[in-house]
Structures are given as C-alpha cells and as structure tokens.
C-alpha cells in the first residue's frame, strides 16, 4: 500500500495565486517527520518544508507553508504568491520515526506549472 | 553553499562496465547516507542505506551485488555500479541527514549523477 499519495499528477496556476498542493500519508508509527521537496529541471531536489507529528504548530518557510491535519493524515503544502520560478516538480515525502538514520519514502510527485 | 556533493554530475558508459558514483557530505560528518534512484518522469526509489563502517542496508528488490556500497568514511559513500546495462541508466541521487536547529533532522540531497549506459 502507498504510504504517501499525491493525488494531483500536474497543476496550473495563474502567477500570484496560491496553490495548495496535497498529500496524504500512511503510518502506523506516532513518531514521524513530513517533507516536502521542489525538483526544477535540473534534478537537484531542494528542501522546502518539515514537519514533526509532534508539532503543534504548521510549519512555515517564508512562503511555503505546510497544512497539518493529523487526524486527517494529511500534510498539504501551500505556496502563497506563485512566481514562474516555482514552475517544478514537488515530492511529498515521510520519515517514519524522528533519527535523522531513518529512512526517508517519497510519494509521486506533482507537476506545477506557473503560468504568466 | 551545497551541504552534499556528488560525483560525477553526469557519466556515459558501455554495457557491461562498471561506474563509481562519490557522495561527500561537506560540512557535516554523516554516519548515515542515503542512495535513491530516479528514472525520468518518475518519484524516488530509496535503494540502499549507507551506513559508515558497516555494511549498507538494501531496499527490497535492490540487488546488493549489482550496487555496491561502501562507506568507508564520515564524509564519503560510493556507489558502483557493476556490469552496468542500458536498464541501469537512471538519475541516482544520494542524501545526508542532518540536524538543522529548529526544523528537525532534514535530509538533504546532493545534485545527482544521470548515469546512461549505451
């Protein structure tokens, strides 16, 4: 079974919009970390965005900020004020347990795409 | 600056010969690496855990006698890539995890090796 769905295979985004890209995830374990990662064209993965299942308080990251349901096991990333340079891949992602040793699962991915 | 390195960024090579792929971790010393492969217009696939001083931890379907894994360093994992055919050639990407205050142990990646085997 997935552990990490990313329902959204591609999105297009009118510049200086918001866009809330969604992902849900599957675990059994109370102790977890949620990632989210940018992908451009040129393959680096870029880290946006963590969140710890014991966090009280959504993560944000200047414009990036993560929408923690726990109950819902949901973990949506928002970005607010599109930019074309926001055009990528972006991976949700989970870490079931909180070593930085534990391994890190990735979902699908969704395409955005930041139209002018 | 780049947290983690790879090397090379890019390589080609013939069927059958085998490829060396370096992760360095630059600022930080890593007991723990990791090693995905990506092929196009796909997600990540973790293949192996790289742990330093000991043998690696392979993902279930991951030959560990076709990729190689050594860890011989705090700062340095390879992979090789042994008999390397066309179906190998792929984006292999390591990552490090590291303790960034405030926002828990982030994994982060280095850029990449896109391997093409002719």
């Known amino acids: 079974a997935q552990k990490i769905t990313q329902t959204q295979p591609g999105m297009f985004v009118q510049e200086k919009e918001a866009v809330t890209l969604d992902c849900t995830y599957d675990?059994?374990?109370?102790?977890?970390?949620l990632f989210w990662y940018k992908q451009p064209s040129s393959g680096e993965m870029i880290f946006l965005i963590y969140?710890?299942?014991?966090?009280?308080q959504n993560a944000t990251e200047g414009r990036y900020s993560l929408n923690f349901q726990k109950a819902r096991k949901s973990a949506n990333l928002v970005i607010s004020a599109s930019q074309l340079g926001d055009s990528a891949m972006y991976f949700c992602?989970?870490?079931?347990?909180?070593?930085?040793?534990?391994?890190?699962?990735f979902g699908k991915g969704t395409r955005l795409h930041i139209l002018p | 600056g780049a947290v983690v390195s790879q090397h090379p960024s890019w390589v080609i090579c013939k069927s059958g010969t085998s490829v060396k792929i370096e992760c360095r971790s630059l600022d930080f010393q890593a007991t723990t690496m990791f090693w995905y492969r990506q092929f196009p217009k796909q997600s990540l696939m973790l293949m192996a855990t790289s742990n330093e001083g000991s043998k690696a931890t392979y993902e279930q379907g991951v030959e560990k006698d076709k990729f190689l894994i050594n860890h011989a360093s705090l700062t340095l994992s390879t992979l090789t890539v042994t008999s390397a055919h066309p179906e190998d050639s792929s984006f292999y990407i390591c990552s490090v995890s590291t303790g960034v205050p405030g926002m828990g142990d982030t994994q982060y990646f280095g850029p990449g090796t896109r391997l093409t085997v002719l």
């Open positions: 992602a989970m870490r079931e347990g909180l070593s930085r040793d534990d391994k890190i699962i």
């Open positions: 675990t059994s374990d109370p102790s977890y970390g």
């Open positions: 969140q710890g299942s014991y966090d009280q």
